[in-house]
């Protein structure tokens, strides 16, 4: 019982991570209906600068909320540079350019920060929490918290703001958005400026438990794109169910199964799932035949 | 775009000029494949590094010989299939008169058939026993095999009156191979594998498989065998799930970096690790002390960066080529081979290297060291 | 030749065609009316096989067809046009045509590399054939041009040109004149007449009232996705039901 | 089928649409001129390769021309995109590689088993995933990828582990294949044999058939293109050829290992295909060549190699859309006029 319980711990730790990555991806689909492979570079973009700007010195509230301010601007310059003068082209090259700002990123901090792993300290200190003889680090309950408060503030702004309702209107029907007087390239532009951020929230929660380093960013954009499809693309609940639900998967196979095939059980699941349900557990939209 | 064409060109033509045969008087050439970027960077950016500053040292200090040293560097982006076509860009193209590296074992491996057949003399920088063993008779390595870690550990539990062990490898190569060894000589050793679990290089969190090696009674110590940052976030949850067991890691961690991101879970760790490491506290009697207390000031001034074994490979590699060339009084590569071979008494950063014609890498157990963490330091265990 | 009976399709919770029956005999030219959004083109995709029925059956040549897909269905002789093009504006205008011969032609991957489908000249005798049909629906001017620089007049004909290359039994056309001028439209008129000479069997959905009631053998008036109508293009000029629909409907768009 | 799929009795011929008709077709000049130049060069360059690096340079991009042809077959005609072909090229490599080593196949039969088995495998997986639009198939094929990856690392007792396994010299008819002066011209053959299938493949009318169905899908449906069933055909088609040339790689390079299936390989050949220029055979020799020489090109810009790749990844999509052949050709085509 105290295996499960641990195993849980861990997987809801690693999940609500994967549900960060995983949101970020939904928020830019929705918006262009891109899938952004330089979604996980915003990650370790984030975990990076906070851990460079506190080794320097910096206070770690100071330096965790400089790093989301640079990540998100970074965020605004990929799509003003990299995704906007190519709207037009089809998924495939979009994937590629996507692609190709994953590696600058990536090549970009390997020559600039080092090729090192850095640690940031943990936000509470190391002390495990210990609950029905499992334990639990109170970093984790940071990362659970604040992807709770996260989930909670985008409902409230897609669902009551001005700019919010703008993203979900663009990602229903672009031409209807426009139409309605929506500017559907301010849309854009904040989608990825917010997604960016969210990565960056994500990489900050779990530097300390995690590390990071410059090539971080591959495997965790992989596992939330893998997150947001078990989900459905573009759905918020199915990106956090998709994330929670990846992390338990993985944990518990390492856990009961096989440690060496973990990794190998998603991607078998995510087929079955999309062989089952083409859209995810949660997407909707209507099934294309014409 | 048109400035990326340019350099492309400049490119080009620099491989054009890279192709004019060499001419006798012309330096030394050193090839040296590494993995400077990608999972591995963290083992080949020290050992570039280490390559470009020697080279460079002794060129000021006239060089060997007479003549001095050119280096080639490529860099395979730890990808084995690029460094197989490196090192025939090397000895096609460069020229080289040997070849230093293969950062891991997958790209040394890719190169062996290539140096074979081109008959030029091959350190490597990699850690497995295949490398070696059979004898290949160009190819040579510096750092200590993944085979004699797990004896080294086997040693140190049995002093400590300890039998069963708990495995936990990388899926990396480094991790699978020194898996594989330590299961190999366990029996031998008489230690029992009680837990074989794995984690992947890029895992965010073990605490599954931890837990799963929790679960088992009797283990009485931790094995794990793995590189860069894995080792350190298994640490964290040794810590963070109040394992007790004696935790011991592989040479695979032997760099300043691994204390830094475990933090004060690394607190009690132990692992089998050169001297070079602990080069400050080495007896002053010590064989090794002025190699690596003169390595360690050497590295750490130029690149303001913690010196690691890793780095120390290199060195001891281009050591034992220069004093190889230094004895055959030539680059003739059939002879500069011969002398390798004959290395007798050379010491490195990772110990004193006896080579022979069964034995291409030339250190025993006494090269290991017992290392311990306290205080956020290494210090020598025994 | 073409027989519907009750044919129903609910889109959630829309009825967009409920219970239609009529008749399509063989050599004629059939027409399909009626005001916006009462279920021409829905019905269009029911029989050609891109929608599947709720309910309700198609009997095409003694065998049921609803819910088949298109390219079976094209085999059967079912060919059709779209009232939004569908041309493929990656090929050529005369390579559009040629893939209406789809069917008629080995299209093994393996054949065609190793060039076997072009033996015999086949190739060159459907790219001729693809010419003389498209000068016949009026683009023969056109036959050098890749589809993208093509004006919308000339690729409403292509799409003929396409469904003619596949020697229909018989032939959909949807809306074939919508967005056409006068003149063109009056083109489309004869051509489509000229169609209906050769024996082509034809369905159309237009708005161009006096386009149908003048190439129409019979029209099919529907409302709200039910018949309202069906007779000659006499009969129908004077019932009273359409007279209504139609003044309503033209009212309510203004 | 064939009786009378051409209507007769609409349309008058007259000498002049038959003359207008032909001059549509695409001449000798076009569709040969170019293979036969591209065969004579491959045919000239030992005079000028210095020495087996660039024989090694040169075989590298003529393996992965090869493979970019096939995927983009799928990419460019289909519009079908794969991010896990390389774990169709590392199934086809570590099959020859296991079944010589392991078991004692002769080298001819492993390579025909494995690219029979992956041809069945890519046929199963096919049917199911196909059904899937633009991100889900990304998807579906990415994890395809990666699952062969994982199981090609942890097999360690057939595959090596990640430190991978040698392969043997490849013998054929008593022949056998070492060095790269002999398997230059293996791999210099294949691709002209490419080049002039897909050639024919794609002015047959099955290619048009490809074509048309990237263009509108339904418009191709309604004229009898059992559209499922082409790019079933296609997937398989192109996975078959990565599992040969994962074969005869494996024996040319004599050492694999896991990451010949990976992710990165996968992107890297689709970005051959794209950059190059998708639906076009020429792009795809073209970005082949590029991407192949760029790792060279760069290697003396340590550390900037990867801002580098990307930057020229993401400038040609943006400035290139169409890929680097046909936005070039296009262009060309305009200052012409």
Not at chain 2, 202 to 210: E, G, R
Request: hydrophobic letters at 50%; a neutral charge.
């Amino acid at each position: 019982m105290s295996q499960f319980l641990q195993l849980l711990f861990s997987g809801l730790t690693v999940g609500a991570t994967y549900a960060l990555a995983a949101l970020g991806f939904s928020m830019i689909y929705n918006a262009s209906g891109v899938i952004n492979f330089a979604q996980g570079e915003f990650i370790m973009l984030g975990g990076m600068v906070a851990a460079v700007l506190t080794a320097a010195g910096i206070p770690l509230p100071l330096a965790v909320l400089a790093a989301i301010v640079v990540v998100a601007l970074v965020g605004l310059l990929v799509e003003k540079l990299a995704i906007e003068p190519a709207r037009d082209a089809d998924i495939t090259s979009i994937i590629i350019i996507t692609i190709g700002v994953s590696m600058i990123v990536r090549g970009v901090v390997e020559v600039t920060l080092g090729k090192g792993g850095r640690a940031l300290p943990h936000f509470s200190g190391e002390t495990p929490i210990a609950i029905g003889g499992a334990t639990l680090l109170p970093q984790s309950l940071w990362v659970m918290a604040v992807t709770a408060v996260v989930v909670a503030a985008l409902a409230l702004f897609f669902g009551r703001t001005r700019v919010g309702k703008g993203i979900l209107a663009t990602a229903h029907n672009r031409l209807a958005a426009q139409l309605v007087g929506v500017d559907v390239k301010k849309v854009l532009l904040a989608s990825f400026g917010l997604a960016a951020a969210l990565g960056a929230v994500g990489g900050v929660l779990i530097a300390p438990i995690a590390t990071t380093s410059y090539d971080a960013g591959l495997m965790l954009g992989l596992k939330g794109f893998v997150a947001a499809t078990f989900g459905g693309l573009g759905s918020g609940v199915g990106a956090i169910a998709g994330g929670l639900l990846l992390g338990l998967i993985e944990t518990m196979t390492a856990g009961y199964l096989s440690s060496s095939y973990k990794d190998a059980v998603p991607f078998v699941l995510v087929l079955v799932i999309l062989v089952v349900r083409p859209r995810g557990l949660f997407g909707l939209g209507p099934s294309e035949r014409v | 775009m048109q400035k990326v064409v340019k350099t492309a060109l400049a490119a080009l033509s620099f491989t054009a000029m890279a192709a004019v045969p060499a001419l006798a008087a012309d330096p030394i050439k050193i090839g040296s494949v590494l993995s400077a970027t990608g999972p591995a960077a963290f083992l080949g950016d020290p050992e570039a590094k280490t390559l470009q500053l020697y080279v460079e040292k002794l060129n000021a200090a006239g060089g060997v010989a007479g003549r001095k040293l050119e280096l080639v560097t490529y860099d395979d982006g730890s990808d084995a299939a690029k460094a197989n076509g490196f090192a025939k860009r090397l000895i096609e193209d460069d020229k080289v008169d040997v070849i230093l590296g293969g950062t891991t074992t997958g790209a040394t491996m890719g190169m062996v058939p290539l140096v074979e057949k081109a008959e030029i003399p091959f350190i490597s920088l990699a850690g497995a026993v295949v490398i070696v063993e059979p004898v290949k008779k160009w190819v040579f390595k510096t750092p200590h095999t993944d085979r004699m870690a797990a004896e080294k550990i086997f040693a140190d539990m049995k002093k400590r009156g300890m039998t069963k062990l708990a495995l936990l490898s990388e899926t990396s190569g480094f991790g699978q191979s020194g898996r594989k060894e330590t299961i190999a000589s366990a029996a031998k050793a008489g230690i029992e594998i009680v837990a074989d679990e794995t984690y992947g290089p890029k895992d965010t969190d073990v605490t599954a498989q931890l837990t799963k090696i929790k679960g088992i009674a009797g283990a009485q110590a931790i094995l794990v065998f793995g590189l860069g940052q894995g080792p350190a976030i298994v640490t964290k949850n040794i810590a963070q799930l109040g394992i007790k067991l004696p935790h011991y890691e592989s040479h695979g961690v032997a760099s300043e970096e691994y204390i830094k991101l475990s933090g004060a879970a690394a607190e009690g760790v132990r692992l089998p690790a050169a001297a070079l490491i602990v080069a400050d506290t080495l007896p002053a009697n010590d064989p090794q002390k002025p190699v690596v207390t003169g390595y360690a000031k050497a590295y750490s001034g130029a690149f303001k960066a913690e010196v690691s074994t890793f780095g120390g490979h290199a060195y001891d590699a281009l050591m034992i080529y220069v004093d190889a060339v230094k004895r055959a009084g030539t680059t003739d590569k059939a002879k500069v081979r011969d002398a390798i071979e004959a290395t007798k008494g050379f010491v490195g950063t990772g110990g004193v290297v006896n080579m022979s014609a069964t034995d291409h890498m030339g250190l025993d157990l006494s090269a290991f060291r017992m290392l311990e963490i306290k205080g956020g330091k290494w210090t020598l265990a025994d | 030749m073409l027989r519907v009976e009750n044919l129903t399709k609910a889109f959630g919770g829309v009825t967009a065609v409920s219970g239609v029956s009529f008749e399509v005999t063989k050599g004629t030219i059939h027409a399909v009316i009626g005001p916006n959004g009462a279920g021409k083109t829905t019905l269009f995709n029911l029989i050609t096989g891109v929608y599947t029925p709720s309910s309700g059956s198609i009997v095409f040549e003694g065998s049921e067809i609803g819910g088949v897909a298109p390219e079976r269905l094209a085999k059967r002789g079912i060919s059709r046009t779209f009232q939004n093009l569908q041309v493929s504006m990656n090929l050529s205008a005369i390579d559009n045509v040629m893939t209406g011969a789809h069917l008629g032609l080995n299209s093994g991957l393996l054949a065609g590399m190793i060039g076997l489908p072009d033996l015999g000249g086949r190739e060159r005798a459907t790219r001729i054939r693809a010419a003389e049909l498209m000068e016949f629906v009026g683009c023969g001017a056109y036959v050098a041009a890749e589809a993208r620089s093509m004006p919308y007049g000339a690729l409403k004909r292509l799409e003929i040109a396409r469904a003619l290359m596949a020697n229909p039994r018989i032939l959909f056309l949807d809306e074939p004149a919508a967005g056409l001028n006068h003149t063109e439209t009056h083109e489309i008129e004869d051509l489509i007449a000229a169609l209906g000479k050769t024996g082509i069997t034809v369905v159309l959905v237009e708005h161009d009232m006096k386009l149908v009631m003048n190439v129409s053998d019979r029209i099919v008036v529907l409302d709200y996705g039910k018949k309202l109508a069906e007779g000659t293009p006499a009969e129908i000029r004077v019932d009273p039901d359409v007279v209504a629909a139609y003044l309503g409907a033209e009212s309510e768009g203004v | 089928m064939s009786e009378a799929s051409i209507p007769t009795t609409i349309g008058r011929s007259s000498p002049e649409t038959t003359a207008a008709a032909l001059a549509t077709a695409p001449g000798f000049r076009a569709r040969h001129l170019p293979t036969i130049v591209l065969a004579i060069v491959l045919a000239l360059l030992p005079l000028v390769l210095p020495n087996a690096y660039y024989y090694d340079v040169v075989i590298r991009i003529l393996a992965n021309a090869v493979l970019a042809i096939a995927l983009n077959l799928l990419i460019g005609y289909c519009g079908q995109i794969s991010l896990g072909h390389a774990g169709f090229f590392g199934l086809g490599a570590y099959g020859s590689a296991i079944l010589t080593t392991h078991y004692d196949w002769t080298a001819p039969s492993a390579l025909l088993v494995s690219a029979v088995v992956v041809g069945l495998l890519a046929w199963l997986v096919a049917r199911v995933i196909l059904r899937l639009k633009g991100h889900y198939l990304a998807m579906a094929t990415l994890g395809l990828g990666i699952i062969v990856t994982i199981v090609l690392t942890n097999e360690a007792s057939l595959t090596g582990g990640p430190d991978g396994m040698s392969v043997g010299d490849m013998r054929i008819f008593g022949l056998r294949l070492y060095g790269e002066k002999v398997w230059y011209p293996v791999f210099a053959g294949l691709v002209v044999v490419a080049v002039v299938l897909a050639g024919n493949l794609v002015e047959s009318p099955a290619g048009r058939a490809l074509r048309a169905l990237h263009g509108s899908e339904v418009a191709a449906r309604v004229v009898g293109i059992d559209t499922a069933s082409f790019k079933t055909r296609v997937f398989v088609l192109s996975a078959v050829v990565a599992a040969i040339m994962g074969s005869l790689t494996a024996h040319y390079l004599g050492f694999i290992t896991p990451q010949v299936a990976s992710f990165h390989k996968s992107v890297e050949l689709v970005t051959m295909a794209v950059v190059g220029g998708m639906a076009s055979i020429w792009g795809s020799v073209f970005g082949a060549a590029l991407l192949s020489l760029l790792p060279d090109l760069l290697a003396h810009f340590e550390g900037f190699e990867t801002v580098i790749f990307g930057v020229i990844l993401v400038a040609t999509m943006i400035f290139l859309p169409r890929g680097i052949v046909p936005s070039l050709a296009r262009l060309l085509r305009r200052e012409g006029r």
